[in-house]
């Protein structure tokens, strides 16, 4: 199967397929570690400044991001991230970039850099967990699109681990499950899957972000993104009928919620993929 699949469902439960240019482009700065940190030395937060409470716009960002209306989310947050810099909002501003990085990061993945490694240093400075969760989802994102896989899974697999039971938990196995699959791909062919063991455990992570994400009232989302990761497995080991299976419970809550069109396209590509029957709307009408 060509790995333009993958390009539309596993790099992207975030969205980030770009063809990875040459010579990446050199503007002076560097990328972040594997882990999630910035190369640069990041001191304590000492500042003066009144700290605010999160603008309301950000926790409608991040629904936003989960429909897959990224649109909306770069168009709020880009004028909110450089307020809330400016004003040295120290953890708002790194849950604004995280999720801006996050949103921005396809089509072009060096859009997401710079936010994720504000988010990572707003993470460092104020030791704040939920700004370190975001900023490792972020920065992951950002590597995923640098195909540096193992290191996208490493930030993805420390998110969920830093509030295992948390809001975010599940959306991180979600990405982890992404990375998992691009990782079974390798050798001198790249659109051969060349580890299939790593898609039984990207099955498994999407399997336990479904069951979290169910559990967790109001992650409806996060729970058919996990079911698309499942379908999105079981169609690179050729399970077609289990595919659809799956794909069917992501596109009953995706209906059910109004997502967005770039996720309804995913889910159309593994549809196709795996020969999905389409449903018949006269069937329903009798």
Not at 231 to 239: D, R, V
Not at 264 to 272: F, L, Q, W
Request: hydrophobic fraction near 40%; include cysteine; aromatic fraction near 6%.
């Amino acid at each position: 199967m060509k790995r333009t699949l993958l390009c539309l469902t596993a790099i992207a439960l975030l969205g980030a397929c770009k063809e990875k240019p040459t010579t990446p482009p050199d503007d002076g700065t560097k990328t972040g570690t594997t882990d999630g940190t910035a190369d640069s030395d990041v001191k304590p937060a000492e500042t003066t400044v009144k700290q605010e409470p999160d603008p309301p716009a950000i926790a409608e960002a991040r629904a936003q991001y989960l429909l897959g209306n990224f649109d909306k989310v770069k168009e709020s947050l880009v004028p909110l991230t450089a307020d809330l810099k400016s004003r040295e909002q120290l953890r708002a501003s790194g849950l604004s970039a995280g999720w801006l990085a996050l949103a921005v990061v396809s089509p072009v993945f060096e859009d997401a850099k710079e936010p994720a490694e504000h988010a990572v240093a707003m993470g460092d400075k104020t030791a704040d967990k939920e700004v370190q969760i975001v900023a490792k989802l972020a920065m992951g994102s950002y590597l995923i699109g640098t195909e540096d896989f193992a290191g996208a899974a490493t930030n993805f697999e420390e998110a969920y681990k830093l509030q295992s039971d948390g809001p975010d938990a599940a959306l991180a196995l979600v990405l982890y499950g992404g990375a998992k699959i691009n990782l079974a791909f390798g050798g001198e062919d790249k659109d051969q899957i060349s580890n299939p063991q790593s898609l039984d455990e990207a099955a498994s992570t999407f399997v336990k972000a479904q069951r979290l994400a169910a559990s967790q009232p109001g992650n409806e989302m996060v729970a058919a993104l996990a079911y698309e990761g499942m379908a999105s497995a079981a169609s690179f080991k050729k399970n077609f009928p289990e595919a659809c299976k799956q794909l069917d419970e992501a596109n009953k809550i995706y209906a059910a919620k109004g997502a967005g069109q770039p996720l309804i396209d995913r889910a159309n590509g593994i549809s196709d993929a795996a020969n999905c029957k389409k449903a018949d709307p006269k069937a329903k009408a009798k």
